[in-house]
């Protein structure tokens, strides 16, 4: 079997995990995240291009970071103005104090969520340039479509229409990887040699 079969099958059902695993259990998820790496890897060593695999490692960092800033910024702020307005406002009757406190929590959470959309669209970005990688050597331009939903989805996510664009890439994610080849076509084989 060679490597584009493996990638095949292990992008597909990688996929197709994460897909399911987003609804049923963060651990299904993370296993499909494994297979679509190991997936990405097997492409990128077959075709000797190694920014394929290293385009989508630094789409996945900036996928981590975008949730771990997000989450940081918005405890940051949530907190420190939990702790501001308890010691400034001594004399404050508590409705008051409280109303403070929620209009800060409110503007913690929407820096830690534009934040999160910033990364999220770098990541995005080199999602996509692997996936333009992967379709030029295998010919299956379904990962071009693939990367740029993605990328629309990423942009368009905080207005709510980019989560229905992005489980579109997705379902089109988990095609493009049961459409491969299970060898690489004749002439992006030999523009590798």
């Known amino acids: 079997m060679s490597k584009l079969s493996n990638a095949k099958i292990f992008g597909g059902v990688g996929a197709i995990l994460t897909l399911i695993g987003g609804l049923i259990s963060e651990v299904i998820s993370l296993i499909g995240v494994v297979l679509i790496f190991i997936a990405v890897k097997y ?19 900036f996928r981590i970071c975008s949730i771990v800033a997000a989450i940081a910024i918005a405890l940051l702020i949530i ?63 379904l990962f071009k479509t693939t990367g740029m939903l993605y990328f629309i989805g990423a942009i368009t996510v905080i207005i709510i229409v980019g989560l229905f664009i992005l489980l579109i890439a997705i379902i089109l994610e988990i095609v493009s990887y049961f459409s491969l080849p299970d060898e690489l076509p004749e002439s992006a084989a030999e523009t590798i040699q």
């Open 43 to 61: 492409i990128s060593e077959e075709t000797k291009d190694n920014s394929i695999f290293n385009n989508y490692l630094i789409s996945f960092i």
């Open 79 to 141: 907190g420190g103005a939990a702790f501001g307005s308890i010691l400034t406002q001594k004399e404050m009757n508590p409705k008051e104090m409280f109303g403070d406190i929620a209009e800060e929590i409110l503007v913690g959470v929407i820096i830690g969520l534009i934040v999160m959309w910033i990364f999220l669209i770098i990541s995005a970005t080199y999602l996509r340039k692997s996936y333009d990688s992967i379709a030029k050597y295998t010919k299956v331009d």
